[in-house]
């Protein structure tokens, strides 16, 4: 989707907002690290420098827009107690839950917040930082299975939707590969059938940032200096290259999300219409 098709896409979602105030409401929750956030740059290379910039919105943008785009008779709300994204994104369609550099123990420290919002969805990104600072697999999966225990005991009617860690190239460290891969594959889709969540595969349903083969690489922002702007811990002094998408890469990022998305959205809309409440 590009920048301008978001653009069109809002402006009809705000005008089918405007005479829709009877529709039901439903609340997302995108909870996760700086992909969260929506770190990154569109900047031609070599200024790919993964800056957390206030006004980028990363996938958020492109997906609410795709959301109330959409004929699902509902109203999408994005909720969270931060705020960033593009001046065409509505500012209270700019909430969210993403923490540049924040793990897995760090995202699940959140917890007064969905209980306090009790979202409707929850978009869980997480475990990149804990790849990047070497956590080990065990502690990991241990991490995530609590932080989604909580969730489900938070939000027991609620739909979780987690996704797999981006790639993270770096040959320096060859690790970091065998640890994703173990992660997403071995570790993720068990604990969502545990906890009745969805796994979304975006790692594996875009194939970015695989490395130099891939034509795909480039629509990763990868962190290898000083990056200034909004929140410099987006860049960790030790050294390790962070990925996070450009623009297009996001932009891919959000057709992932919203064909998980709509038809549990359109379903849970049919269910609130039925029963007659908002």
Request: charged fraction near 10%; charge should be negative.
């Amino acid at each position: 989707m590009s920048t301008t098709t978001a653009r069109l896409l809002a402006a009809a979602a705000l005008l089918a907002a405007s005479s829709s105030s009877a529709l039901p409401l439903l609340t997302v929750l995108p909870l996760g690290d700086s992909i969260t956030f929506g770190c990154g740059s569109d900047a031609a290379p070599p200024d790919w420098y993964a800056c957390c910039l206030p006004t980028s919105g990363g996938y958020r943008a492109p997906l609410w827009a795709a959301l109330n785009g959409s004929a699902i008779n509902a109203s999408v709300l994005m909720v969270g107690t931060e705020s960033e994204g593009p001046a065409w994104v509505p500012v209270e369609q700019r909430a969210h839950e993403g923490h540049p550099g924040w793990t897995i123990s760090g995202i699940h420290g959140l917890r007064s917040i969905w209980q306090r919002l009790k979202p409707d969805v929850v978009l869980l990104m997480a475990g990149t930082n804990d790849v990047g600072q070497g956590h080990s697999n065990a502690s990991m999966v241990s991490d995530y299975d609590a932080l989604l225990k909580d969730l489900r005991a938070d939000l027991p009617a609620g739909r979780i939707f987690m996704t797999s860690i981006l790639n993270l190239p770096d040959s320096q460290h060859p690790e970091f590969r065998s640890t994703i891969n173990f992660f997403n594959g071995a570790t993720l889709p068990p604990l969502a059938a545990k906890y009745s969540a969805d796994f979304v595969d975006i790692n594996g349903a875009t194939g970015m940032c695989y490395g130099p083969n891939n034509t795909l690489t480039n629509l990763c922002a990868v962190c290898n200096g000083p990056c200034g702007g909004y929140n410099p811990q987006a860049c960790p002094p030790n050294g390790y290259s962070l990925c996070h998408p450009t623009g297009a890469g996001y932009e891919l990022m959000a057709g992932v999300w919203a064909n998980a998305l709509l038809p549990v959205l359109r379903g849970m809309a049919a269910e609130r219409v039925a029963a007659g409440g908002a």
